[in-house]
């Protein structure tokens, strides 16, 4: 079930109580992203994290994924799962992109979450994209997947005149040229979003993996997109990819490409100026074959 509106710190203490029996003594509102209400919620015992989605279909893929990687890589335990909210618990630290670290350490992290990542990718599944409620993707083709809303961002992506009239078509022609990625059979569990923000740093290491809201089924490389786009210049791609171990690097600048598509209008809208000029940095160096 969608919850539209921000639930009151009343209703979370009256949810923490009928569900894990406890007694809630503060509830703090920490959104930030724009498909979910999340609450860090402080009982008797223990800190525990409620989350309430504001769309279809995110909370089960949170569950699924989580209860899947627990004793694999550092997810958050799942304590209570219902359609309209799910209960994990509280990870200690910082997200990453509130953490103030060195350029070793930065590069540290990185590395460890590439270690994390091919250890996420271990697990296998059927179908392609969104997760259905068996945990299965829910199309058949990673291409029928990607083709389902291309046409509509690449429209988008156009209006937006990022690129002029001959790097467009250029571009456009790149995506044709590389389309044979879309032909795979590999389909491994993705976080989608492998963010600052979903990363939870405590004492300069990683101490959790947070928000498979947009977890998918597909092939492993397009979980690296994010990180191109956004982290090919402070050294985060390079030690994601040693601590990974073999990338397919064309690979994953195509889905980066993809990506690039959603990202730049989206972000463009939201006058996210930093992330636009990364995104568009990346552009650049992929139609330059850099």
């Given at each position: 079930m969608v919850q539209t509106e921000k639930p009151t710190a009343e209703q979370v203490?009256?949810?923490i109580s009928s569900t894990l029996l406890e007694t809630a003594t503060s509830v703090t509102d920490?959104?930030?992203?724009c498909d979910q209400h999340v609450f860090v919620v402080e009982t008797t015992k223990r800190s525990v994290v409620i989350k309430f989605s504001k769309e279809e279909d995110k909370l089960f893929p949170e569950a699924f994924a989580t209860s899947k990687l627990q004793g694999i890589v550092p997810v958050p335990k799942l304590l209570y799962f219902h359609d309209d909210f799910l209960i994990q618990e509280f990870i200690p630290g910082k997200d990453l992109e509130d953490e103030k670290v060195s350029e070793e350490e930065w590069k540290s992290i990185f590395f460890q979450l590439g270690t994390f990542l091919k250890k996420m990718h271990s697990i296998k599944l059927e179908g392609f994209g969104k997760l259905n409620k068996e945990g299965q993707g829910a199309v058949a083709s990673w291409k029928e997947n990607i083709h389902f809303w291309l046409e509509k961002e690449l429209k988008r992506f156009e209006e937006v005149e990022v690129l002029s009239g001959t790097e467009l078509n250029t571009f456009k022609q790149y995506l044709t040229d590389n389309e044979p990625f879309l032909e795979t059979n590999e389909?491994?569990?993705?976080?989608?979003?492998?963010e600052g923000w979903n990363i939870r740093i405590n004492n300069k290491e990683i101490s959790g993996i947070i928000d498979f809201g947009d977890c998918e089924a597909g092939p492993a490389m397009y979980d690296f997109a994010r990180c191109y786009l956004h982290h090919f210049d402070d050294g985060g791609f390079d030690a994601m990819r040693a601590g990974y171990g073999f990338v397919d690097q064309d690979q994953i600048k195509y889905y980066a490409a993809l990506l690039a598509t959603w990202m730049i209008p989206h972000h463009m809208k939201n006058n996210n100026t930093a992330l636009v000029l990364k995104e568009q940095a990346a552009l650049q160096r992929i139609l330059k074959k850099e």
């Open positions: 203490k009256n949810i920490t959104s930030k992203g389909s491994v569990l993705l976080h989608c979003d492998v």
